[in-house]
């Protein structure tokens, strides 16, 4: 059974502080997207990878995938408030549109 | 243009019921699939559909149902209701096997 697990679950944070989220995942896959999710909202897409040492960035977010270590992570650079929500990465095994989601890392930015 | 589209936005049902959900793809994307998130956690897979076809199935007992109709909107049926079906019912849609964009959701609620 495919496992995906992200840390930390919870991360609290400065404004203008770095930092980064991690997404581990148990099988082999060279697809892995990562979502937003803001309160009572749906899942926004953030970033899409799709081979080994795939780079995106975006803004103040970037994220990386190493296929062979299976982990991605997506760094913040300065945090500011707007990127307070809940960050989820998601594996697709190749098989189909069958995403197998992290348990997610809540961010908050604090002023 | 119009992205996914779910209906109904919330739905308040009792144990032992039965409700459908439904979801309308982004035009031109013949690939629906369908979520579970329970709250505080993230998505679960339950379903994908392509071109009319199930191309997968998640770990969800058989009150769980779907289908795709040949304008490529879906389906989602639950019979006899329980308690811990209450959540988050996302629908995303693909052009085909690549990122997925996910529409508002459905709050199902279990009394």
């Known amino acids: 059974e495919l496992k995906v697990e992200q840390n930390p679950l919870f991360l609290s944070m400065q404004e203008g502080k770095n930092y980064t989220i991690y997404c581990n995942y148990s099988t082999t896959s060279d697809r892995l997207y990562w979502y937003r999710q803001d309160p009572g909202k749906s899942l926004e897409s953030l970033f899409v990878?799709?081979?080994?040492?795939a780079v995106k960035q975006e803004g103040r977010l970037m994220a990386s995938l190493d296929t062979k270590a299976r982990l991605s992570t997506l760094h913040i650079t300065a945090a500011v408030h707007d990127l307070s929500a809940t960050y989820f990465c998601a594996v697709d095994l190749g098989t189909g549109n069958q995403f197998y989601f992290g348990t997610g890392t809540s961010l908050t930015v604090i002023p | 243009d119009a992205g996914v589209t779910q209906s109904p936005t919330h739905l308040i049902k009792t144990r032992g019921q039965h409700v459908t959900l439904r979801c309308s793809p982004i035009s031109g994307h013949k690939s629906v699939s369908w979520y579970q998130q329970v709250l505080g956690q993230g998505p679960q897979f339950i379903f994908q559909y392509y071109e009319k076809e199930e191309r997968g199935r998640g770990n969800f007992p058989d009150r769980f149902s779907a289908r795709q109709f040949p304008n490529y909107s879906s389906e989602l049926n639950v019979n006899a209701l329980l308690l811990g079906d209450s959540a988050l019912y996302l629908c995303a849609s693909s052009p085909r096997f690549s990122e997925q964009y996910f529409g508002p959701g459905t709050r199902l609620t279990v009394t």
């Open positions: 990878l799709l081979s080994n040492g």
